[in-house]
T-cell receptor, first 113, second 116 residues
Framework: ETGVTQTPRHLVMGMTNKKSLKCEQH?????MYWYKQSAKKPLELMFV???????ENNSVPSRFSPECPNSSHLFLHLHTLQPEDSALYLC????????????FGEGSRLTVL | AQKVTQAQTEISVVEKEDVTLDCVYE???????LFWYKQPPSGELVFLIR??????QNEISGRYSWNFQKSTSSFNFTITASQVVDSAVYFC?????????????FGRGTSLIVHP
């Protein structure tokens, strides 16, 4: 198994749909992250969970709703999205003592029509 | 102001050429960490190196080398004898302590294209 697995890899949804992105890490890490990567923009940190507790919410619109049921799983629930939300959503995990070294999944490519 | 600046948006080289990717950072902390990641077309960012602010020794790993200079706040990455497989987007990142946690801030990335 790869370290960090994201599903689905590709998702197309309408503006009124509700969908979820899933991330699972098999590394025993205690922190998980969601990043958004849009064309020609830097990687944007969205959410950070440390020991299942949300520690960062980087002014993300409420149409993005994270969920972290345990240290190995992270979800990003999507509803009423806008076309500008189309991007690559990257999940990452880390461990205390790595000082920010992240282990990334391959990303979920989201297209909002 | 950007904390991590990668001024080169795209670099195109021919195989076997050497190429240097620039990274300039900004921080007021005395303790911080710098990283380089590689993002191939598959999408996953792959960790290449971590360097802490107290260790200015340059590092070499095979064809990869890194030059850390605190005096100029730079952490440049050189690929020697580039290969087509080196084609990817490369990200520099800075990690500072935020309430005890270290969360990296990424540069915009440099797209490297290596032609055969």
């Amino acid at each position: 198994e790869t370290g960090v697995t994201q599903t689905p890899r590709h998702l197309v949804m309408g503006m009124t749909n509700k969908k979820s992105l899933k991330c699972e890490q098999h590394l025993g890490h205690n922190a998980m992250y969601w990043y958004k990567q849009s064309a020609k923009k830097p990687l944007e940190l969205m959410f950070v969970y440390n020991f299942k507790e949300q520690t960062e919410n980087n002014s993300v619109p409420s149409r993005f709703s994270p969920e972290c049921p345990n240290s190995s799983h992270l979800f990003l629930h999507l509803h009423t999205l806008q076309p500008e939300d189309s991007a690559l959503y990257l999940c990452a995990s880390s461990q205390e003592g790595l000082y920010g070294e992240l282990f990334f999944g391959e990303g979920s490519r989201l297209t909002v029509l | 102001a950007q904390k991590v600046t990668q001024a080169q948006t795209e670099i195109s080289v021919v195989e076997k050429e050497d190429v240097t990717l620039d990274c300039v950072y900004e921080t007021r902390d005395t303790t911080y960490y710098l990283f380089w990641y590689k993002q191939p077309p598959s999408g996953e960012l792959v960790f290449l190196i971590r360097r802490n602010s107290f260790d200015e020794q340059n590092e070499i790993s095979g064809r990869y080398s890194w030059n850390f200079q605190k005096s100029t706040s730079s952490f440049n990455f050189t690929i020697t004898a580039s290969q087509v497989v080196d084609s990817a987007v490369y990200f520099c990142a800075l990690s500072e302590s935020l309430g005890g946690s270290y969360i990296p801030t990424f540069g915009r990335g440099t797209s490297l294209i290596v032609h055969p």
